[in-house]
C-alpha cells in the first residue's frame, strides 16, 4: 500500500527559523534591489497608516473642540485649516495607497521569480542525484516538492512574511506613539494584547499541525486513487471492487476529521480575535473618559504628565484598533509560517541531498590512430575512441584505446551496508566478448549491470575498464561507452524517432532507421499510422511490452557503443520474433564487448561464457558445452527447465 510520507523527515510543527530565514535569504539573493524596494514601500505603507489617527487628533483638538467651546461656528480661518487637513490627510493616504500597490507588485514579481529559479535549481538537482535517491524516496514525495511544498512556500513569503513584517512596524510605531499619549491606557492595551497572542497562537499550532497531518493523509489519499486506477483490472479480476471502497472510506474519513480540525480552529480565530479587539475598544474608551473627566494628574506618558484630551483618547482609540488587527493579522498567518516553513524545509531539503560524486578524471575522445599506433586527439567523430588520462604527479598524459575489455576482481557490493548482495564476483569479459548471466530472479543478475554502469558504487573488491580503474574515469564517459537496454523499458513522450535518437541525440534519421531495423523494430513501427513519426506518451500505453522493448534495443543501438549491455532485453517477445531480434542483435553485437542477462537459455548457448549466478554468487561459468559437461546447476536448468521462471 502506498505510504507516501514515510521516507521523509518528520514534519515539525514548530516553526523553524533557520528555514525561514533561507526564505528570506534566497528571496533577497533573487534580486536584491527589487527585496529592498519591498521592504522600503512595506515600511513606508505600514507607517502611513499610523498618520491617520494622530490627525485625527489634531483635528478634534485644533478645530471641533475650540469651535464647540467657543460657540462661534465655523470661522473663515478654521474652514481654511479644514480643507489643509483634508489635503494633508488625502495625500497621506494616497501615498499610503501607492506604497501599498508597489510593495505588492515587487513582492509578486520577487516571489514568482524566486520560484522559478527554485524549480530550475531543484529539477537540476534532482538529475545529479544518484540512482539510490530513488530507491529511498517515494516519486509522490519528489513530486510533491514541486507542488504543494513549492506552493506553500510561495504563500509564505508572497502573503505571510509580508503581512507579518507590516503587522510588525505598525505595532512598534503604534505602541511608541500610544506611549506618547498614555502609559494607563497603553497597559490597557497590552493586557489585552497578550490575551489576544496567546490564544492565537494556541488555535494556531492546532490548526497548523491539523493542516500538515492532513496534507499527509491527502498523499495517501492520491496515492491510493492513483493505484487503483492503474490497477483497475487486478481489482476487478479479483472482484476487490468492495475491499477497495471500504479501504477508500477509511482514508477519506481521516481526511475529512483532520480537514474539520484545521478549518474549525483556523475559523473560529479571527472572529474571537477580533470580539477582543471590539471590548478592548470600549474599555480604552471607558478608561480614557475616566482620566480626561479627573485631570491632568492621573495622566502619565513617556515625557511625563500631560493633559489627555477628547481628541487623545479618539486618536488613541483609534490606535488601539490597528494595534489589535495588526496583531489578528500577524496571527492569521501563524498556521501559514508554520505549513509554509514545513514547506520550505522540505524543498530545501532536496537541494541539500548530496549529488552524485564523481571523482573521475579520465574521459573519453574520438581520436585517429596511425599504422604505429600512436592515438591523436580529434574534434570530430571518427569511429575510433581513446580514454584520456591527464597528467599527474606519477604519470604523463596518456591515451589509452577504448577496447571494451571489462574485469570484476573479488567484488562485494550491497545496496544497504547491512545486506550484501554480491559476493566476492570475479569475472573478465575481453574485447568482443559476450558473456551472459543466468540465474534465477533475484539472483544480482542486474545488479552486476548497475556496477558497471556505476549506478553504484561497490563495497569492496575492483572493476577495471581497459586496464583503468573505474571509479576514475568520468561517469558520463563512461556511461556514453556503453549502450544499454535496461530491464524496465522507459520511453519518453515524443515520436518514435525522437525515443530512437535518444540513444544518440546527433545521429541521423538514416542512422536511427537503421538501429531500428537491426532491432528488427523496423517492420512494426511501419505498420503504425504515422510509421517514425508516430508520437508515443510517456508510458508508451499505445505500445505492447514487446514494442517497447524493440524500440529500446533500437536507442541502444543507435549509441552504437563499444560495449552492449542487455537485461532480459527481449523477454516479453515472442519466440518467433526474438529469434529475428536476437540475429540482429547478434549483428550489433559483431566486434563489441557484450553482456547478457537472458530469459531463455536459448539465446546464450553462443556467448564465449556464461556464468551462473545464485544468492549473488558465481556458482558455475564456462562455455555452454563445458557446463553441459559439468552436469551442474546449468545443465539441470537446460534439460529440466528450459527456461528460467
Ligand atoms: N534498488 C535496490 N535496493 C535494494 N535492494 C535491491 C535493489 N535492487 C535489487 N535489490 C536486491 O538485490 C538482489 C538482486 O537483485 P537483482 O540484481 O535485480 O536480481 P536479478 O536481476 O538477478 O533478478 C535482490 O535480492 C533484490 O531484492
Ligand atoms: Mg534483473
Known sequence: MN??????PTKKEKMNKKTLLRVIKTAFVVNKPLFVFAVIFIILNASCNITGPLFIQRFIDDIINPSLSIGSGMTEAIKGQIINYALIMGSLFLFGVICNWLYRYFIVLLTQGMLHKLRVDMFSHMEKLPISFFDTHHHGDIMSFYTNDADTLRMLASEALPMVLVSFVSVIAGFITMAMYSIYLLLVVILFSVIMILFAKFSAMRSAKAFMTQQTVMGEVEGFVEEMMSGQKVVKVF?????????????????????????????????IIQNIGLILFITVAFV????????????????G???LTIGTVVSFML?????TNAISQASSQLSMIVMGSAGASRVFMLLDQDVEVDNGNVTLVNCTIDDDGTIHEVPYRTGYWAWKQPANDKYPLTYRRLRGDIRFFNVDFGYTPNKIVLHDVSLYAKPGQKIAFVGATGAGKTTITNLINRFYDIADGKIRYDDININTIKKADLRRSLGIVLQDTNLFTGTIMDNIRYGRMDASDEDCIEAAKLANAHDFIMMMPEGYKTLINGDGGSLSQGQKQLISIARAACC??????????????????EALVQKGIDKLMEGRTVFVIAHRLSTVQNADAIMVLDHGKVIERGTHDDLIKQKGVYYQLYTGAFELE
Open 3 to 8: 505510504n507516501k510520507n514515510s521516507s521523509m
Open 319 to 323: 490606535l488601539s484598533r490597528q494595534f
Open 560 to 577: 552504437n557503443a563499444p560495449v552492449v549491455i542487455l537485461d532480459e532485453a527481449t523477454s516479453s517477445i515472442d519466440t518467433r520474433t
Open 288 to 303: 480614557g473618559g475616566c482620566i480626561v473627566a479627573f485631570g491632568p494628574t492621573y495622566n502619565i506618558t513617556l515625557t
Open 239 to 271: 472482484n476487490h471492487e468492495k475491499q477497495t471502497i471500504d479501504d477508500f472510506d477509511k482514508l477519506n474519513d481521516e481526511y475529512y476529521k483532520l480537514n474539520l480540525t484545521g478549518n474549525i480552529f483556523g475559523n473560529i480565530l479571527m472572529p
Open 305 to 307: 504628565f500631560s493633559t
